[in-house]
């Protein structure tokens, strides 16, 4: 039987049906940035930065030309530093930090006494530990935000924009995310599952990415798993100012809050499924695609199984083939390409050639079919999330960990951005204009509605 409160919500729900319609033709009319995208699909430009730059296309006068896509950290491509990394054997996550928010590579002393820092910096106060473990829920995003607005209240200078201050707390943020989420997790298998609750300290001699994974489950990894999980970290690490929860960073900055509730605020955008949650929807689409076929080996049955997808006939019924497309990237996600060569030997490590093998012809075949059937006016191909979540998976990593793992890489970007935010010339609150398009109403005395 419905409540009477029930009732009223219903109600209530039922008379913003009408008040939340506005005619899509007014956009086009009114010449509104809908998402704040151009017609041509291009990002409006709304600021200057130094920081991140992604590239996927050349403008020109007849239009927007397709290009393989790269993607800058303060001016250097981030295959050049990834390539370098990997090839010296060296985890460079913590490299890559110190150029995002110094601006500068760091010689061989200066990332010592930055690994260093880090590391000082990766215990939790002993009642954040205990706030963890005694929560409930079961997303570790909403822990991470809640126990990022906690750490406000350990700091003794919370609300200081000075950049000194800006740089010790942006510091700290990046030292304790992976322990934050390391310990969250294990809380939510404990709870969840009845598994034994371990809490590992950081080890000093350990890399950011190694430490996470030690926290998470002890020595149980190998060294091609820490390799690849720092590589993850690198290519998440920062992706313009443009991106939804980077924007939303430097939106809640612009307004001169403190550094705990503008992360707060870019925690919650990047949980969005559209945003730092896709991969999880690409896993799922392929759990969907697997159990759907019977010989994935057979691109005839695969690409008529994505054509269902395409026609809304299977799967979630959105019509979307997730991980295929990218808002600024067209011929390739510089990130998906050095995240492709690391899943190979991680693959070959695990003895899973067969499903790299099958996620390979699921790209191809998924591009082709979408051209097929949609035509080729904008060109196509495998974004970072449609390796990503089969690559944690490879790891042995959990699903209630991908989306909090971009976090953990992301946080380096926020804080470059928000550092940026509040300390450049002219700087303004941020305050787009929204054109109310809603009738005058005379006002009604409530003796007469």
């Known amino acids: 039987m419905t409540t009477k409160k029930e009732y009223l919500i219903y109600k209530l729900s039922d008379e913003m049906k009408s008040c939340i319609r506005i005619d899509a033709e007014l956009f ?13 699909g291009t990002g409006v430009l709304v600021g200057l930065t130094n920081i991140g730059n992604v590239v996927g296309y050349e403008q020109s006068a007849e239009g927007l030309k397709p290009i393989e896509g790269k993607l800058f950290y303060r001016g250097y491509e981030i295959c050049d530093l990834a ?9 460079g996550f913590e490299e890559v930090a110190y150029l995002l928010l110094s601006g500068k590579l760091p ?22 530990m205990l706030n963890i473990i005694e929560l409930e829920g079961s997303n570790i995003m909403n822990i991470l935000a809640r126990s990022v607005l906690e750490l406000y209240t350990y700091d003794e200078n919370p609300d200081d924009i000075s950049r000194d201050n800006l740089m010790r707390q942006s510091i700290e943020l990046v030292s304790k995310f992976p322990t ?3 310990y969250a997790y294990n809380m939510l298998r404990h709870k969840a599952l009845g598994r034994s609750l371990h809490i590992r300290h950081p080890q000093e001699e350990l890399s950011i990415a190694q430490n996470f994974l030690y926290m998470l489950k002890g020595p149980r990894y190998t060294e091609l798993d820490a390799r690849t999980l720092d590589l993850l970290l690198m290519i998440h690490a920062e992706h313009g100012g443009g991106n939804n929860s980077t924007f939303t960073v430097r939106v809640t900055s612009s307004s001169a809050t403190d550094t705990y509730s503008s992360i707060a605020a870019g925690i919650g955008s990047l949980k969005g499924p559209k945003h730092g949650g896709a991969n999880i929807k690409v896993m799922e689409m392929i759990k969907h695609i697997r159990e759907g076929i019977r010989n994935p080996e057979d691109e005839d049955e ?30 390739s996600d510089p990130r998906a390409v050095l995240l492709k060569e690391m899943a190979h030997d991680l693959a070959v490590e695990k003895g899973r050639q067969d499903e790299y093998a099958f996620m390979e012809r699921l790209e191809r075949l ?31 990593l959990p699903v209630d960990i991908y989306t909090p ?23 303004r609150i941020i305050r787009p204009a929204y054109r109310c398009v809603a009738d005058i109403n005379e006002y009604v005395p409530i003796a007469r509605r």
């Open 180 to 182: 934050i989420i390391a």
């Open 302 to 331: 695969i690409r008529a199984y994505l054509d269902k997808i395409l026609r809304r006939e299977v799967g979630d019924r959105s019509g979307l083939i997730y991980g295929i497309g990218h808002a600024v990237y067209t011929k």
């Open 366 to 396: 998924a591009i082709e079919t979408v051209y097929a059937r949609k035509g080729t006016t904008k060109t196509l191909c495998a974004n970072v999330d449609f390796y990503s979540g089969f690559v944690y998976d490879l790891i042995g």
């Open 28 to 40: 086009k009319k009114l010449d509104v940035k809908r998402g704040l995208r151009n017609e041509n």
């Open 83 to 91: 390539h370098a990394i990997m090839n010296e054997k060296r985890f």
């Open 405 to 427: 793992l971009f976090a953990m890489a992301r946080i380096v970007g926020w804080c470059a951005h928000r550092n940026e935010e509040l300390n450049f010339e002219g700087k």
């Open 107 to 128: 010689d061989t002393e200066e990332l010592q006494a930055f690994r260093e820092l880090i590391f000082d910096n990766m215990p939790l106060q002993p009642k954040t």
